[in-house]
Structure formats: C-alpha cells, structure tokens
C-alpha cells in the first residue's frame, strides 16, 4: 500500500535509471470494489504532461532522504522503447478526488479527502480506499514527522473506495453506474441527514439517484428547509411523476407540505383516480387514524385456498413491511377476518382461507382519534391495525412506527444516531458474533 501524496512530485525512472519527469497524477476507471490504476501522468523538464501505461511500471523505489518520504516509480524499459501519451479533456485523474467531498455510505455522512491509498490486487494497481482525517491532511501538507506522531497516538480515518459516493457532477454519472445500489441500501432517515450537509446541487445530484419511493420517503424524513429547497425547485411534472409512483398516503404527505394552489394544479394534472385516492386521503380530520393510515395493504378473497393464497403472493412479491397480517375480505370489500403468515404457511393447502383466518378482529376506524391506535397496540401487543370505514369496508392499515412518529419530539425525530451496523462495530459485535 501506498499514499497518492508519498509517489506525487517524485520521478518516474526509465529501466537505465533515467529521470523522465515528476509524477504529477494517475488515471484511473472505477469499479465496484477498487479503481484500477490505468496509467501514470509525469512532467518532463520542459514542462510537457505526458502519459504512459501502468503496465511499464516495475516496482516502487523508497529514496527517504531525512527530510520526508519520498517514493518514486522504477519503469520496466528505457525511455527510447516508451510512447508517451498526450492528455486527453475527459481523462479521470485520482488527483481530482482530493479536497472533494464525498459520501461515506458506512459511516453515513459527508467528508473531505486528504490523500488516497493505492494498493496492488491481483498483479493490478487500484484505489483501495480514500483518508480523511487531521492525520492525512498532515501528512499531505509534508509534514511526515508531525504525521507519525499524530498516527502514533489517534487512527487513520480510511474510508474504502467501496463505501465511498462521489459528490461532484463532472464525476458522478461515472461513478453513479457502480454507487447507486449502496445509497439504495441506506435507510431514509439516515440519508435525510446526509442531506444537511451538502449544498442545493448537490442534494439534487443525491435525490435523482433514489427511486421514487426512496425519494418520496427521504423526503418526508427531511429537515423543512431541505424540504422547502426541493418544493420550490422541482418542476410539476416531476413532482407529478413522483407522486404517481408512490403510495397514495406517501402523496398526500408530499402535498400537505406544498402551497394549497401549488399542489391543487398538481392533482389535476395527475391521473383523475391516482388523484381521487390521494384527495380522500387529504380529507381526513388531521388528528384522526385516517390522516396517518397506510393505503398500500395485502388483501385476499374470502373464496380463496391456502394454496391459491401462497401461488399468488408469489406472484405479486409484496414488499416485505406488508407481510404482518394478510386480510380477508369479501366481494365488497369488507374486512371479514385476518390471516397471520404462520398461520398460511402451517395450513393445509386444500383448506379454504375462511377456515383458517381469524375473525376476532382488533380495529379501527378512519374517523378514530389517533391516541386509539396506542391505546389498542399497547393493550393487545399488536405492530399493526386495519382501518374501516363506517361501512366496514378496509380502507388502510396503521402500523406501530406510525403512532411513535406522532408522539415523538419533532426535536427527536431529527437527532443524529449512528446506524447499526456501526454501532455493532463500535461494541465489538460483529455478524460472525
């Protein structure tokens, strides 16, 4: 391993031990784990920037000379049997990373980089990882006694390049293609935060990597100025598209924050029955269950089998935060009975759900204080309720993390915690534990 500012300003040496020049840079193409190294960038004497492969690369030569570390790059041939390349505009050098900002996907949070680490894998040269820290600042500015000492006594911050999502535009459509699927690991509230530590174009850059429903939910984590920020900018027929690829209560939130005649003209731009669902979310009191109710929810007929209940939920792969209760309803719609998964899996699956389900049912209903929801989940141990109507037809479910959003301090809800799996690391634990 070695330090992108322990090779910068060293020579780069021919096979005769001929200086060409001073290494100025590196170009390098992203992958999902490391960046390979593709090729050294040296200034010759006359202040030309010339080009060659890694592959004419030898071996590292340490010359520390008491005054600081100083590495340099042996060549495997003389400078006569090397073509050197001119520059081109679009080349990406591993020198643009420092100073940037950049996401750290484990860490959850936006530094700065101070140096970058190079390391060979597989007879390959790559970015392995990036520094932050006082420690490599330090050492970056060359004061490498100061950095020994100060290495000696606090850890390096190193932040692998896996971890690591590139925050500036003339990079991150590169670099997107490999990050994306980390950030869409990342919890909303979690990336709600990251949120308020960038700039306007850079939230935009963050958001436009989300899916919808990511989007929508991070979203609705975030502080209101972020929030504000978003409203104002976006044109209608994003938010448009947005708010038809969600679930119709996730909608209704996003309007509810919009000016009454900003997010009017948007429901009429919408598709009339996407907009007649949201509508009648928005007409429910504030304070009632309906106003915090979920309209996404796993329903099956009455007239099904067990085994007809399995071969369809294969087919339409709910997400898994509605798999608590399956609900059971006749051709009107109304709430008959309710199925825990067990209880469909350990079934025969020749006997009809009627027979199976539970028709002891724990509800509410749209027009209920939300304080019911509590007040029922706390009493019977339950993470999830249906919701009717004054009819008895299933209108939504509210889960547990519903009602503790309610009644946690607005301050709470937005406090910093560090995610999970870092915690885990921190106490020791790790998954083989």
């Known amino acids: 391993m ?14 005769g031990n001929l200086c060409l020049g001073k290494l100025i840079d590196l170009v390098f193409v992203d992958g999902t784990n490391y960046a390979e190294i593709t090729h050294l960038i040296f200034q010759d004497e006359i202040k030309y920037k010339k080009k060659i492969p ?17 590495i340099s790059i042996c060549l495997n041939s003389k400078s006569q049997d090397i073509t050197p390349f001119f520059m081109k ?9 420092l100073d940037k900002q950049v996401i750290d996907i484990n860490g959850v949070k936006v530094v700065r980089v101070n140096d970058v680490i190079l390391g060979k894998v597989e007879n390959k040269f790559y970015i392995v990882a990036v520094c932050v820290g006082a420690t490599s600042f330090v050492r970056r500015l060359g004061l490498w006694r100061l950095s020994d000492a100060a290495s000696s006594r606090m850890r390096e911050s190193i932040i692998p390049w896996k971890s690591v999502e590139r925050l500036d535009s003339e990079f991150h459509d590169l670099h997107l293609k490999i990050q994306k699927e980390k950030l869409k690991d990342l919890h909303p509230e979690d990336i709600a935060d990251i949120m308020e530590d960038l700039s306007y174009s850079q939230r935009i850059l963050l958001f436009n990597t989300l899916d919808e429903r990511k989007a929508a939910k991070t979203l609705l984590k975030s502080d209101e100025d972020v929030q504000d920020s978003f409203l104002k900018s976006f044109k209608m027929s994003k938010i448009k598209d947005l708010l038809e690829n969600i679930p119709s ?17 948007i429901l009429t731009a919408m598709d009339s029955k996407l907009a007649m669902k949201i509508r009648k979310v928005l007409n429910y009191y504030p304070e009632s269950i309906g106003a915090i109710m979920k309209t996404e929810f796993i329903t099956i007929s009455e007239d ?42 350990i079934a025969n699956p020749k006997t009809k759900i009627t027979e199976v389900m539970s028709r002891k049912i724990i509800y509410l209903r749209t027009n209920s204080p939300k304080e019911n929801a509590s ?42 915690f560090l995610p999970l799996r870092l915690r885990q690391i921190h106490n020791g634990i790790s998954k083989k534990d």
């Open 54 to 70: 890694w592959s004419f690369v030898k071996e590292f030569k340490d010359e520390a000379d008491g005054k600081g570390k100083q």
């Open 304 to 345: 099904f089998t067990v085994q007809k209940t399995i071969t369809w939920l294969r087919q339409v792969k709910p997400q898994s935060d509605r798999m608590y209760h399956l609900y059971v309803v006749n051709k009107d719609n109304h709430l008959v009975g309710v199925l825990s998964v067990r209880a469909l899996i």
């Open 249 to 265: 209560d996730q909608a209704a939130d996003i309007i509810s924050l919009m000016p009454t005649k900003k997010g009017e003209e």
């Open 89 to 97: 505009d679009n080349e990406t050098l591993v020198g643009d990373i």
């Open 375 to 416: 007040r029922l989940m706390a009493r019977y141990d339950l993470l999830v309720l249906p919701v009717i109507d004054k009819d008895g037809v299933l209108r939504g479910i509210v889960k547990a993390d519903d009602v503790i959003d309610e009644y946690l301090p607005k301050k709470l809800k937005r406090e910093r």
């Open 2 to 15: 070695v330090y992108l500012s322990e090779l910068k300003n060293n020579c780069v040496y021919d096979s």
